[in-house]
């Protein structure tokens, strides 16, 4: 069964890009209620052996050598650590001198095991939705046990040893993130993460727009005071 798939290859600042999702379906450690890929039937923090993902690693290959790739985006249907092959991938692209993103929604980087793989990535994007934990719980619905405190502590602590660049993302959602005390917050987390990158974006996605979306010129406000921000 083949389940590796892939947006066009694209150029990002004259550099090839290849995205690619690593997982059959949706796996996740979070069950967002805004998720663009929908509910997590999946929701799981522990490694799985999917099988048959031989050809599909052989292609991959095959298509970064085929393409000219200058980096890979690994951007999966979810949390791309839940594949058990993601760190021999990770090494199988490396050897071919090629970059390597990771998008993660950054919980996992608190664990050893999670920040060993993706210390070997050129660039790990982590994110960040709301900052209360109630709202966490009730929009972000996570494993059991996990906490919006420790969420953050584990970004903030992969950081300080992590060497490649580390881009923070963080997700502008009405009522929970847009208000002047929220931003505030925002911009205390991002001194103690520094991130090499910030990318502030809002939900895209027609459905959610009603209800959680922001206006154009919030948005513009919200990104241009974060955009300020000196470390
Ligand atoms: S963390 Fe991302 S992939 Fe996971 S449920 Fe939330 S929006 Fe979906």
Redesign the pocket.
């Known amino acids: 069964m083949s389940f590796f798939t892939y947006k066009d290859v694209y150029f990002e600042d004259g550099v090839k890009v290849l995205e690619v999702n690593l997982l059959p379906e949706?796996y996740?450690n979070?069950?967002?209620i805004?998720?663009?890929?929908g509910r997590?039937q999946n929701k799981i923090d522990e490694k799985v052996s999917f099988e048959d993902q031989e050809q599909d690693i052989k292609e991959l290959l095959e298509r970064i050598d085929k393409n000219e790739i200058e980096l890979v985006f690994i951007n999966s249907k979810?949390?791309a650590f839940v594949n058990e092959k993601l760190s021999e991938i990770i090494d199988l692209i490396k050897s071919k001198n090629v970059k390597v993103r990771l998008l993660s929604?950054g919980y996992v980087l608190g664990k050893d095991e999670c920040r060993k793989i993706a210390n070997k990535c050129d660039e790990v994007i982590g994110?960040l939705k709301v900052l209360e934990e109630e709202d966490f719980q009730k929009v972000?619905r996570p494993i059991a046990g996990y906490t919006i405190e420790e969420y953050i502590s584990n970004m903030i602590e992969f950081n300080k040893q992590y060497k490649g660049k580390f881009i923070f993302e963080i997700t502008i959602i009405k009522g929970y993130n847009d208000d002047q005390e929220s931003i505030a917050k925002l911009k205390t987390i991002i001194k103690q993460l520094q991130p090499e990158e910030i990318q502030v974006v809002r939900l895209e996605e027609e459905h959610f727009q009603k209800k959680l979306g922001i206006s154009d010129e919030r948005f513009e406000q919200i990104k241009k005071g974060i955009d300020v921000i000196l470390y």
């Open positions: 949706k996740c979070f069950d967002c805004f998720c663009p890929i997590s979810g949390e929604n994110e972000q």
